[in-house]
């Protein structure tokens, strides 16, 4: 080959390279601006905290009037919510996606504009404060993370954006509240040693937003048709007729009714210890929901820990009063999304009819401790407490929905009326907890329960499946006895012997060569 000929063939094959990578370069630019105009993402997280949910869908479906979300965000946050800032916008088109024209949004820096800096101090929103380092310095940078939701003449502030977790629930609950009615008004009842409404201080602060609350007589009165549910929490003493009455014919009507009875209450003011109640107080209960609260407490070696004081010293320890409920009905709205929760001073139940759904009961370790007296001391040895007692799986928490019979054949002296006997779409709750709604214990998964629970009472479902989004509180599953000794073994002599032999190979390959040529 000639040499002109060799330089001309470099040629070619130096403008065919340069020609492959502006090709390349315009099918990626190309390819970046189609996937920023046409918002094509895939979710791949296990809870799909990415994409909107039905139950976010059928809300926008049902806007009558347009919703815009104006979202405030400063510019230049450090991570994480520079991250989150990209979330949201990614989220915000999608609930525009989804409201197909009634559905608008916009996301601004306030500091680019003095009149919605001004907007923002009237909407009393504050300034997120995060600390960052620059140039070895530590330094506060004040900014905002707020959305602001305007529907007709109403408006909903979420002041301050924290993180992905709970976003869609979040922004879906205000836009709900924002565009509904009002919020559901449920009845407390509080006679007969029931608990009160100013005694639950944290059940009302976190439930306010959601639900209207009243508390009901029905010793005077029946209940009012715009209550939705009816809440009977830790009765101590058995209820008259005529509050029985007007608490079946509310049931007869499609109302509710969730009903938390068992044989002791927390008395935590005193330490570890509970209050009895009168062994006749959860007589009606059967008589009346066709559920029996069993005697005892149940006792649960799958339990959750707790702090224990003893003079100046402190330990955890786990406590089977307050058992661990991994074995939850995944079928049921209500406990669909959860994967655990715990039940405080709980008393088995057991349904009088086969119209009951199991939605949470203990582990196959777990006992009933008689009483009363109840001896619920924290510090006396698991294998002591448990000793002789037979193990099994105890119900906690039933449901009932569907067709129901009225527990009264003819109306109390003295009232007046119709006599309800029968009623389609009725729903009952019984739980053998009665300090589940106490302060000490309203938080984590306990809180998302109730709230489902209430949302289900009163036939609004439409966020139970947002509320569990993102829950990740996992207990580790407790190893059988087989099971520790197995990796006991492994980690003991398995792992060394396998040292052993990799080294044994490796001398046998370094002093035979020939053989490891061939």
Known sequence: ??????????????????????????????????????????????????????????????????LMIRAYITSDMPQPYGRLQRFIEDMLQSYDEAGHGKV?????????????????????????????????????????????????????????????????????????????????????????????????????????????FVSLDLTKAAISDDVRAVIVDGMTSSPSELWRFHLDQFRMHGGGVWVLAGNARPALSKGFDVQAVEPSSNDWVREDLKVSVEPGLVMDKRAQRVVVRNGVFQSQVDYPFVPNVLDLNKSHVISRGLESVSIPFVSPLLAVNDKAQVL??????????????????????????????????????????????????????????????????????????????????????????????????????????????????????????????????????GLPLFMLLFGLWRWWRLNHPLERSK
């Open 104 to 212: 608008g949004f916009d996301v601004m820096d306030p500091a680019s504009d003095a009149n919605v800096l001004a907007s923002l101090k009237a909407l009393n929103i504050p300034k997120v404060q995060v600390q960052l380092v620059e140039n070895d310095r530590a330094q506060v940078k004040q900014g905002y993370l707020a959305i602001v939701l305007e529907y007709l003449d109403r408006k909903e502030v979420i002041s301050v954006l924290q993180s992905e977790e709970g976003f869609e629930y979040l922004l879906t609950k205000k836009i709900k509240k924002l565009t509904g009615k009002g919020r559901v008004k449920i009845g407390l009842t509080s006679s007969f040693g029931a608990h009160r409404l100013d005694e639950l201080r944290r059940f009302s602060a976190w439930m306010k937003d959601d639900y209207e």
């Open 360 to 493: 949470l009961q203990s582990s196959s370790s777990a006992a009933v401790q008689d009483g009363p007296p109840f001896d619920v001391y924290p510090l006396m040895a698991l294998d002591k407490r448990f000793k002789g007692l037979q193990l099994k799986s105890q119900v906690l928490v039933l449901a009932f929905e569907g067709d129901m019979t009225s527990a009264f054949k003819k109306i109390p002296q003295g009232e007046k009326g119709d006599l309800l006997t029968h009623v389609k779409d009725g729903r009952l709750l019984v739980f053998g907890s009665p300090g589940l709604l106490d302060d000490e214990f309203m938080d984590g998964s306990a809180l998302i329960l109730t709230l489902n629970s209430l949302d289900w009472l009163s036939h609004d479902e439409a966020l139970i499946g947002l509320r569990s989004r993102g829950v990740t509180e996992r207990p580790l599953a407790a190893l059988s006895q087989s099971g520790k000794l197995v990796f006991k073994t492994l980690w003991l002599f």
């Open 1 to 66: 080959m000639s040499k002109h000929a060799l330089i001309d063939q470099r040629k070619v094959m130096r403008r065919s390279a340069w020609m492959r990578v502006v090709l390349v370069l315009l099918l990626g630019g190309l390819l970046f601006t189609l996937a920023n105009l046409s918002h094509i993402r895939s979710d791949w997280t296990e809870d799909q905290i990415y994409s909107l949910s039905d139950s976010t869908k059928q809300v926008l479906d049902a806007l009558d009037e347009p």
